[in-house]
């Protein structure tokens, strides 16, 4: 009996075609856009997830960040809504996002893709005046992206109704967690019809983001990107032991002068390092710009601008407010503190190392520092090698155990710096406004991550949110990623 031939057998994973943006169902008019953005292959999550959008299925889709879960909903919602009628103050769609910066980030994407539509977006963000957005409102809108707080501020004046909005995402789940905003998603998920259809998207599924799906999902396709093989070495990861949180930034200095730095973000625990050290780098001769929570989003825009532009090389900045932001090719990511949070670290990282260059992070470790960095080595599973100034080689020590040195009282950040202060009036919406509100202002009871100590269980809890093993869920033939090449060289 001749051998079976090869061909006769099921084509090897490695020879698949990888799936195109045309073979998912979207309209003429879009994929046009999508090719003018310069994208032809979808991510796995864009490749599962736009075709049941489209189908108008419910759905859940756990993916990293960086991995283009925007898009899986921005492309089909366009097409969805194409059909259609806009009425005055009733929204037809709403995206909820935690943060302005990422409600920026969406509503700019929908401008792109967009572009051949005649789609109204309105954009409700704190900190930007709400005049235009009101007014747009009330003429209609197809799309309204809004962060929790201030959409429940415009509802609460009866501003907008939301009894015609049939399509709601909730974006960057475990981040509207972190941020204490699940008790307004549930009010606004209340609000809005039964048979709506509902999209979440997240990095990650902690318990209590299950349980908001169970609650206001229905049926929904379950679509899970596993974590592709570690084989992209392309962050160079180092921790910088340095003898106490004052010496940090000599050793910050020292390090951006000796490595090969094009342009780095510096990320800080606290808005007033931040500020102290944008101060101090400027006074050194570098070219130094700052992002904070305290900053007004024109003035968070325009540094970003900077940055983005190369007018300053480096932007020290806290995690709430860079988060999600999306800046292409930092050759440097610098801890000047070890995240708090074991998961920022990795968000932190992945702002370099893009698109296949090789990036690299240092994480400066003074023993206040200790606890944290355990936390995050925990979380990524190996041992972060120590850099020593100076070139000498990098030399295998065990990081400080948390014991030996428990962070001083006074390493907790001031109250001033927990409670962000209210943003400026908004001048055209409403007169009778009791306070100027923004996300965090009004919500000083919650957790917050930006300048705030997590509760004692933090670690425990972020551990159990690792992100999920290679080999269980999807190959991944997409772009690769940015914060996915986690390594230590
Ligand atoms: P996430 O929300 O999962 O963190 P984003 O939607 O912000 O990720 O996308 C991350 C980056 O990937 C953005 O710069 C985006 O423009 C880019 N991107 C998205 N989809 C694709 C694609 N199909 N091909 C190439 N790049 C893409
Ligand atoms: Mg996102």
Redesign the pocket.
């Known amino acids: 009996m001749p051998p079976v031939s090869d061909d006769a057998g099921p084509v090897p994973l490695a020879l698949k075609k990888p799936m195109k943006?045309a073979d998912l169902g979207l309209s003429d008019e879009l994929l046009a856009a999508?090719t003018a953005?310069?994208?032809?292959?979808?991510?796995p999550?864009?490749a599962q997830a736009i075709p049941s959008v489209l189908m108008m299925r419910d759905i859940i889709g756990v993916?990293?960040?960086?991995?283009?879960?925007?898009?899986?909903f921005v492309l089909p919602m366009i097409d969805v809504l194409s059909h259609g009628r806009r009425r005055a103050l009733m929204p037809r769609s709403l995206i909820l996002e935690p943060t302005r910066e990422l409600a920026a980030?969406v509503a700019d994407?929908f401008t792109k893709y967009g572009v051949n539509h005649d789609l109204k977006m309105a954009l409700l963000i704190g900190g930007v005046q709400m005049g235009d957005q009101v007014k747009a409102l009330k003429d209609g809108v197809d799309v309204l992206i809004a962060t929790p707080g201030r959409l429940m501020d415009l509802f609460e004046r009866g501003k907008i109704l939301l009894t015609g909005c049939d399509l709601l995402v909730i974006?960057?789940a475990d981040r509207m967690l972190d941020m204490g905003f699940i008790p307004d998603i549930e009010t606004i998920c209340a609000k809005l019809p039964a048979t709506r259809q509902t999209l979440l998207?997240s990095?990650t599924m902690p318990p209590p983001i299950k349980k908001l799906a169970d609650k206001f999902l229905s049926n929904p396709k379950y679509i899970e990107v596993a974590r592709p093989a570690s084989a992209n070495l392309n962050i160079a990861q180092h921790k910088v032991m340095v003898s106490s949180s004052r010496a940090k930034r000599d050793v910050l200095i020292d390090l951006l002068r000796e490595d090969d730095v094009t342009n780095a973000m510096i990320f800080c625990n606290r808005k007033t390092t931040v500020r102290d050290l944008a101060k101090a780098l400027k006074q050194k001769g570098f070219s130094a710009g700052e992002i904070h929570g305290d900053m007004d989003q024109p003035a968070r825009i325009a540094e970003l601008d900077r940055f983005k532009a190369g007018t300053v090389t480096i932007l020290c900045c806290s995690d709430v407010a860079a988060r999600?932001i999306?800046v292409?090719g930092v050759s440097h990511v610098f801890n000047y503190d070890t995240p708090w949070h074991p998961d920022d670290y990795v968000h932190r990282i992945g702002r370099t190392g893009r698109a296949g260059a090789t990036g690299k992070a240092f994480t400066l470790v003074a023993p206040e520092d200790a606890e944290a960095i355990a936390n995050v080595e925990k979380l990524t599973g190996m041992q972060i090698p120590v850099y020593e100034i100076g070139g000498k080689s990098a030399k295998a020590e065990p990081a400080p155990t948390p014991r030996e040195d428990k962070p001083a009282r006074a390493a907790k950040p001031a109250r001033a710096e927990r409670a962000p202060r209210a943003a400026k009036p908004e001048l055209e919406v409403v007169e009778a406004a009791p306070e100027p509100v923004t996300e965090a202002s009004s919500r000083a009871d919650r957790p917050k991550r930006d300048g705030t100590k997590p509760p004692k269980s933090e670690p425990r809890r972020a551990a159990q949110r690792a992100p999920v093993e290679e080999g269980d869920a999807d190959v991944w033939n997409?772009?690769v990623?940015?914060f996915l090449g986690v390594s230590a060289l």
């Open positions: 943006f999508v953005k310069g994208y032809d292959t979808p991510t999550i864009q993916a990293q960040t960086g991995t283009g879960k925007t898009a899986s980030q994407e974006d960057e998207f990095a999600g999306d292409k997409g772009p990623p940015s």
